[in-house]
């Protein structure tokens, strides 16, 4: 048959380039190492500053509940939020953690699609802290309703009076957008996470765990002839994601972007939300990673040379989020429309919130940009310090763009001040404890590290590794001589 | 079943067996080895067919779902938007993101399809040295249905190609 390729024709790409790159995992470690380590951390006893971690995020998960049944159980009045500021931090909330998802998507699909090998090390844990976030969003809108009870009203089912939903309406969209993107990115991370289970099951020796891992894993075999279908679902889901993460935020931002509210209705708004997403979902990423990988001993698959890459990406994304503020205030001020113009100065200037404008501008445009630097992205703790600035610029970014514009409407007789009620900040805190409930439920059931993908970027993975191994020494004896 | 010690190994013993004319066999690997698709002589996937179908059918389930009920059932006018062939800006957000949703579906259906999983009990899982594929074995497995398939003729085959552990299951 043809095409059977003969021994020194086949170069591999770092060769054929001649850059010497960087390994991707360091120390020549082997497959079996990997599936060691990644295994081990959810076969072993956990260290415990993952009890001392858990116990507290479980509590806030429970706080979160108890505030969920007042507010049912009560009102929604119990929130601050009230005319003119309808929409107070639970929509800031929800677009902050749907927006930390993004990372997660943006590294499985985008980074697949472009090629980009590193990502393996990083695509699984952060592919659940996508699914996870999504879930905390979700809590928000879902009450904000009010009568959580009356929720299916959201679904494409005609009312008692036979009156479909509107599908004309952003909300209806976002209603899409965000069910869409939660259940890709649950088909995207479980086709994923299938031959890691297959691992787990086959490692796993009490029966418990075999059968839990082996039913999940569906009877994986790993037959090429299993393989080569994988492999091109894998491909599509990446292909279909792509497009859909960068929608969700659009979509989002639709919500205000359709409305005719000064300081909302501005047509950047799309692209501006999504870097913004990217942005703040990978800050999390690194927050969540670092720890993680200290803790776990992953040095050697989540190098340097990852951080690195992440933090030059904060770096770019941050860059186009302060382009757009700057270019938000530019278009006030040279476009006609005199709303908007005071919107953008009681923002900046004379408004009630110019506090949260300016912590806003400092974290997710000024910190940054020590990323410039080579030293502060190899500094674990001058990385650790800036991604929690942009965690904190990125929530942020919506306090100043929801409640500040609809505090400052277009009649001084409809203006207001809002601020959040106790249940709003115990809520939020809740949240945060069910984030990371979860993700270290995560890390304890199920391999935090796409092991099977990892093994296919080693260097001896290649089936013509032999090959261009020999010519590299040929090489390297040539120019020697 | 026969294991092989580096993928570049299974490689060319894939590419062997693929020239011996055998048929019912598979290659048992802990990640998809590039090119290993050329070596044994399969095509492409054509699972992208399945998916653009479920594509093409998230477009048209969209867009029924919105002009029926918002251009034809009951036609409101909300946002002075218009209520006729005109909407269809309105509609083109749920109409992709219904797209990608019924993509994804057929995506996932049809590679279960596909692969004939879950099938949770397999031959392949009594063998001793099977297991090792999911961590860092090469393996190779012959199916005895093959036509081509002599047990001993085979073993010494397989044993010339350079495996190092030769195991025979019972099936």
Redesign the interface.
């Known amino acids: ?1 043809a ?2 390729s003969s021994a020194d024709s086949q170069v591999h790409p770092s060769e054929a380039e001649g850059v010497a790159r960087e390994p991707l995992v360091l120390n020549n470690r ?3 190492w990997i ?1 060691e380590r990644i295994c081990g951390i959810v076969e072993n006893r956990q260290p415990l500053i993952w009890w001392v971690l858990f116990v507290p995020s479980v509590a806030l998960f429970g706080c979160l509940l108890f505030t969920l049944v007042y507010l049912v159980s009560t009102g929604v009045g119990v929130w601050g939020n009230n005319q003119p500021v309808a929409w107070g931090w639970a929509i800031v909330n929800f677009v902050f953690w749907i927006g930390i998802g993004h990372a997660g998507t943006l590294i499985s699909a985008i980074l697949f699609l472009t090629r980009q090998k590193w990502r393996t090390s990083v695509n699984r844990a952060s592919e659940a802290m996508t699914l996870i976030a999504v879930m905390c969003a979700g809590i928000f809108p879902g009450f904000h309703v009010g009568r959580f009870w009356m929720v299916w009203f959201l679904a ?1 089912i ?1 009312n008692a009076n ?9 909300l ?2 976002d209603v ?2 965000v069910s ?1 993107y939660f ?2 990115s649950v ?2 991370w ?2 994923g996470l299938i ?1 890691d289970l ?2 787990l ?3 796993a020796s009490k029966k418990l765990p075999k059968f839990l891992y ?2 999940f894993a ?16 894998y491909l ?2 990446a292909a ?1 994601s792509t ?2 993460v960068l ?1 969700v935020h659009s ?1 989002v931002s ?1 919500d205000f972007a359709t409305s005719i509210v000064p300081g909302w209705h501005t047509t950047i708004f799309p692209p501006y939300f999504v870097a913004g997403a990217i942005f703040g979902g990978f800050a999390m990423v690194l927050t969540l990673m670092l720890p993680v990988r200290k803790l776990y001993g992953l040095e050697d698959l989540i190098t340097a040379k990852h951080i690195d890459n992440m933090a030059k990406i904060i770096l770019l994304t941050g860059t186009i989020v302060g382009y757009a503020y700057i270019m938000e205030l530019f278009i006030s001020y040279y476009g006609a429309n005199k709303f908007e113009s005071d919107a953008f100065h009681l923002r900046i200037f004379s408004g009630p919130y110019t506090w949260a404008y300016y912590c806003m501008f400092f974290c997710n445009v000024i910190a940054p940009q020590v990323f410039w630097f080579k030293w502060s992205r190899h500094n674990l703790w001058v990385v650790f310090i800036i991604v929690n600035f942009v965690n904190a610029g990125m929530w942020f970014e919506r306090f100043v763009i929801i409640p500040t514009s609809i505090a400052r409407d277009f009649l001084p007789g409809q203006w207001g001040y809002y601020s959040p009620s106790w249940v709003e900040k115990l809520m939020f805190l809740g949240t945060f404890g069910m984030f990371l409930m979860l993700f270290l439920l995560f890390i304890r059931f199920l391999p935090v590290i796409a ?3 990892v ?2 970027v080693l260097p ?8 261009w191994k020999r010519l590299r020494e040929k090489r390297r004896q040539s120019s020697a001589s | 079943m026969a294991e092989f010690s580096s993928a570049s190994e299974l490689y060319h013993a894939a590419e062997k067996i693929r020239d011996a004319g055998f048929r019912r066999w598979d290659v048992h690997t802990p990640y998809p080895v590039h090119g290993m698709d050329h070596a044994m002589g399969l095509g492409k996937s054509w699972l992208s067919a399945v998916v653009l179908c479920g594509g093409a059918t998230g477009s048209f389930v969209a867009l029924f779902l919105q002009f029926f009920t918002q251009v034809s059932l009951y036609p409101t006018v909300v946002q002075n938007k218009p209520t006729n062939l005109f909407t269809i800006p309105a509609f083109f957000p749920v109409t992709f993101e219904l797209t990608i949703l019924l993509a994804a579906f057929a995506t996932l259906f049809g590679l279960l399809i596909f692969i004939m999983l879950p099938r949770w009990n397999h031959p392949l899982f009594n063998s001793k040295l099977f297991p090792k594929f999911s961590d860092d074995g090469f393996i190779m497995v012959v199916e005895a249905r093959d036509p081509k398939f002599k047990k001993e003729e085979t073993r010494d085959f397989l044993k010339e190609l350079g495996a190092g552990g030769i195991e025979e299951v019972a099936h």
């Open positions: 048959m095409g059977t082997s497959m079996g599936t494409p005609p036979a009156i479909w939903q509107n599908f004309k309406s952003p209806l969209w899409f957008a869409t259940t890709v088909i995207f479980y086709i031959p297959a691992t099951r086959d490692r082996g039913f569906l009877g994986w075999r790993g037959g090429n002839r299993q393989w080569r279908h994988y492999e091109m679902a599509l889901l279909l497009p859909l929608s979509v639709f092991a099977s993908e093994k296919g001896e993975a290649d089936a013509h590794y032999p090959e």
